[in-house]
Structures are given as structure tokens and as C-alpha cells.
């Protein structure tokens, strides 16, 4: 059974009852102006990254650290936002899709790592490369700490689209087998997940866009180091965040209802998610399209950044 609950009039809420954990969907009603993805590739922060820093001896494996200027560091140091970008993917899209996004986050109070990762296009990227560079790059925070006032009990990894999928695939790898050419020991501890325009089921997501984007096909047989749909099924349960197992933390999962991925598929990633055992906050903006999510110039930013802020 479903309760509607109605707090302020710019959200609706709804909670489905049962066995914990339990879905809690929220609708944002707040309205917002929608960028285009040509506007999106021209995003550039106000000011100048604090520090550029290499986790990997590739040119694709560094990280941008924002730290905020206008607060000093709790006792513990600053809460961490780990951003992951997106972009199907594909190297034509970088790091820089988020500098803005990273920069905003610096300036409530984060520190911010935006990362980089070798990507389908450089050499070494798909699998195993691309997850082994995020993996690499999430875990170097650790290192990072050393030499800047960081909370490592407060970090919160945050992704766009293509980077929800990473985020939630950074969530879930402990579950992977020892075996795993992704497998990694000791990952970082992370408190919660954030997933912008989600990608947690990547099985899914192929059925659901081939027929209308066909080159998605050859993007996730790089992505999964496979060339077939039987190889790639195989390969799920080690890159597929709805194939492994449960993240074990907190998860935001916010989309556009003016989004490509319509409002029932999010849903069923966020029922997918519960059934593995995990909690899930899930957020509907009314009119905001698939690049609102990652534009801090948005009237969403600040419900965004309150979500995030929830989990650390």
C-alpha cells in the first residue's frame, strides 16, 4: 500500500510500507531552467581547482580537489564529495562536465573530488580499466587525507548518468568475487551514494534505449570488454550495480520527470535496489530534464545539495 504524505507544497512524499528497508519517493514540484547538452559542454567553473592530483601514472588518472573557501574544516575535517562523470562512457566527455558541479559543492561546505578515469575511446579503458581507475581513484582519498583536512568517515560519492552507474558500482564492489579482475581489497568506506539520472541496471538500460540508440549496443560491449550479448550478460554481475549484490549504504537515486529514462523504469531500479537489501531515497524534479541534475545554476541545486548533505 501506498501512503501519500504532503509536507510543504514544493515536494510530495511517498514510503512503501512493508519489511524494511523500504523506497521513500519524493517529488520535487519546483520548476527549473532546462540547459541543452551544447550548453553543457561549455560549463566552467568560476575559479581556478585548488589542486590537480595524480592517483595513476596515465594521463587520464588524476582527480581535481576543490576545497571550500568561505569555511574552516570540522575537527574531523571537511565532509567529501566524490564526483563521478558521465557521458556514456565515451573519453569525448571528461572531468569537466563537473568542475561546476564540484566547485558548487566546494563552496557548501564539501571538499571535492572530481575525478577522472580512462574512458571507451582511451587506451585502457572498458573493462577492466575504467573500473579499475575509478576504483583506484575513490580509494586515493585515503591518501589524499594525509596532506588535507578530510573526514574519511563523512564521503559521499556522487555521479551523473554514465557516473550514477560508477557511483553505484563503487557502492556495491565489495561484493565482488576475489577473483574479479575489478576486484580490489579494502575499499574505502563510503556512507552514502547519490545516483543523478540513475544507471544501476545496465541490462535494462541496453532493452530500454537500443531500438532508439543504436551505437549503445558497442558502447557497453567496450564498456564490458565483450562482443555479444551472451558475453555481456555473462560479465554483469561484475559491473552491473543491479547484478551485485547490495551497495550496504544509503542511496539517493534523482531524476528528471522530463528525463529519456521515464519515471516507472527509476522506479523499478529503486524496488530492484530494496530487494537486495538496501534503503532508497528516490527524488522526481517536475519538468527538469536529463542535464538540470548537474547544473548548480538550477533551482534544484539546493535540493540536491541537501540530499547529499542528509547522507554525509
Known sequence: MIRWEHPPKRRTERRRKGRM?????IREA?????????????????????????????????????L????????NGYPVVIS????????????????????????????AWNIEYRRIGNTGGGFPGTFLDVAAAVDHVRELAKDFPLDLSRVVVVGHSA??????????????????????????????????????????????????YPPIQDLL?????????E????????????????????RTMINGESDPTPPDVIREFAAQAEQAGDEVTLVFFADANHF????????????????VRDLA
Not at 571550500?68 to 575537527?75: A, G, Q, T
Not at 562512457?89 to 566547485?103: K, L, V, Y
Open 163 to 212: 557516473g550514477a552507474h560508477l557511483a553505484a558500482w563503487i557502492g556495491a564492489r565489495h561484493n565482488l568475487a576475489h577473483s574479479s579482475p575489478v576486484y580490489q581489497a579494502d575499499p574505502l568506506a563510503i556512507r552514502g551514494v547519490v545516483e543523478l539520472s540513475p544507471i544501476p541496471d545496465l541490462q535494462r538500460f541496453y532493452d530500454l534505449v537500443r531500438d532508439v
Open 30 to 66: 519546483r520548476g527549473c531552467r532546462n540547459p541543452g547538452e551544447d550548453e553543457i559542454a561549455t560549463w566552467l567553473p568560476t575559479r581556478r581547482v585548488d589542486h590537480r592530483i595524480a592517483y595513476g601514472p596515465e594521463a587520464a588518472q588524476f582527480g581535481d580537489l576543490w
Open 84 to 111: 563521478i562523470h558521465g557521458g556514456l562512457w565515451m573519453s569525448e566527455w571528461t572531468h569537466e562536465h563537473c568542475d561546476r558541479m564540484a566547485e558548487a559543492f566546494s563552496d557548501a561546505g564539501f571538499a
Open 68 to 75: 571550500p573557501r568561505s569555511s574552516s574544516p570540522d575537527p
Open 221 to 229: 560491449y567496450a564498456l564490458s570488454g565483450t562482443d555479444s550479448d
Open 292 to 307: 538540470a541534475l548537474g547544473d548548480p545554476g538550477t533551482e534544484l541545486w539546493d535540493a540536491i545539495v541537501e540530499r
Open 231 to 250: 558475453a555481456l550478460a555473462e560479465i554483469l554481475p561484475q559491473i552491473s550495480p543491479a547484478r551485485m549484490g547490495p551497495v550496504g549504504v544509503a
Open 21 to 25: 528497508p523500504m523506497v521513500t519517493e
